[in-house]
């Protein structure tokens, strides 16, 4: 089994940083695509950016610019730089990875998500 688990949630007030951290743990062979996804009150999860092992990188059109990914492969953890936050970023955020086991190829793993607020 893999277990993901997201750090560095909490309140943060409008244009300011959090840098969110996942790490993974398990029977874990290799880590193809790391992530960030986010579902706010009312509304459906959604991407926020993703990281390949070959190191490309994608991003939500909201938090380009803002946003920054990136993966210590060694550590199998993945960390998210939030910059300039808004109210519209408050969400709780879940980290994603697609993980070959040792019994299984390219399976999706989640964390339980932690909650950021942007707010004054």
């Known amino acids: 089994q893999v277990q993901l688990v997201e750090s560095g949630g909490g309140l943060v007030q409008p244009g300011g940083s959090l840098m969110l951290s996942c790490a993974a743990s398990g029977s874990i062979f290799s880590i193809n695509t790391m992530g960030w996804y986010r579902q706010a009150p009312g509304k459906e999860r959604e991407l926020v950016a993703t990281i390949t092992s070959s190191g490309r990188i994608n991003y939500a059109d909201s938090v380009k610019g803002r946003f920054t990914i990136s993966r210590d492969n060694a550590k199998n953890t993945w960390y998210l730089q939030m910059n300039s936050l808004k109210p519209e970023d408050t969400a709780v955020y879940h980290c994603?990875?697609?993980?070959?086991?040792?019994?299984?190829?390219?399976?999706?793993?989640w964390g339980k998500g932690t909650l950021v607020t942007v707010s004054s």
């Open positions: 994603n990875a697609v993980v070959t086991t040792t019994h299984y190829y390219n399976a999706n793993y």
